[in-house]
């Protein structure tokens, strides 16, 4: 009879098949690693931070977490599957006031307040819309957040515009910004220009299909979103990368989307 191999033997063992960027910290490198959507893993001197980790496709290139951060309250940000599956025992999971609901014992934190967890201090940033209709994100509702590890600054936008408290953050080393929201929030001009005034070092693009987080829930999906001035999604990256031409930011496209089965 053939053993059943645990769920963590296969995160530990794929996890060696992702590619993963890096940025130079304060005793070493960095690890940034690209998950679904707006999942993204930071991993330095063996502590891994998981920002909105869904399972779907991407958790074979996460590892345990000793820290996860949850922006928001719909399945593709707080996925208790995936949050059951990669923390590490006893790992906290920093999370908004309605997330608690779906996991009881997530540490909230309010727009503007700053917790230290695990060695890693986390700033809250308020994430909201500009343009009012639905889909919609009121403010004090979800989190960005400001991760400080190894000595970087990483700021995570979530679902968010270009509000004020995200225009107001200062020395930020690498961005991830939402893109192509709908209702044309964060169009790529309005992503872009968002971008040059925080000034990072690295910005990556994350939350920009729609489409596919849709089909990745329901396969039988077939409908399109419309983008404005009709561009497709590769379009809208290129319109970005376009905009940020002589700024001296790196763009680093990584990978969200993964062809689905």
Avoid at 209 to 215: K, L, P
Avoid at 252 to 261: A, M, S, T
Wanted: charge should be negative; glycine fraction near 10%; charged fraction near 20%.
């Amino acid at each position: 009879m053939s053993k059943k191999i645990p769920p963590l033997f296969f995160l530990l063992l794929l996890h060696s098949l992702a590619q993963a960027d890096s940025v130079p910290g304060a005793a070493g490198s960095i690890e940034i690693t690209t998950l679904l959507h707006a999942g993204v893993q930071l991993e330095y001197r063996g502590t891994v931070v998981q920002v909105d980790p869904w399972d779907r496709l991407r958790l074979p290139d996460a590892n345990p977490a000793d820290l996860i951060l949850i922006s928001d309250d719909p399945g593709h940000h707080l996925d208790v599957d995936a949050i059951e599956r990669l923390r590490k025992p006893g790992a906290s999971v920093v999370l908004t006031a309605a997330g608690k609901q779906k996991w009881p014992d997530g540490i909230v934190v309010a727009n503007g307040e700053t917790v230290r967890v695990a060695g890693v201090t986390v700033e809250s940033i308020a994430a909201y819309d500009i343009i009012q209709g639905n889909p919609s994100h009121p403010k004090g509702d979800a989190n960005g957040y400001v991760v400080t590890l190894g000595g970087k600054k990483f700021f995570f936008a979530g679902v968010t515009e270009c509000v004020d408290e995200v225009k107001a953050l200062q020395g930020i080393d690498v961005a991830f910004m939402p893109m192509n929201i709908p209702l044309a929030r964060m169009t790529p001009a309005a992503a872009a220009a968002c971008t040059l005034g925080l000034n990072p070092a690295v910005v990556y693009l994350y939350h920009y299909d729609q489409d596919y987080a849709r089909r990745a829930q329901q396969p039988d999906y077939v409908g399109t979103a419309s983008l404005p001035d009709g561009l497709t999604v590769a379009e809208s990256l290129d319109r970005f990368a376009e905009a940020l031409d002589g700024s001296g930011i790196e763009f680093r496209r990584g990978e969200f989307y993964p062809p689905l089965g």
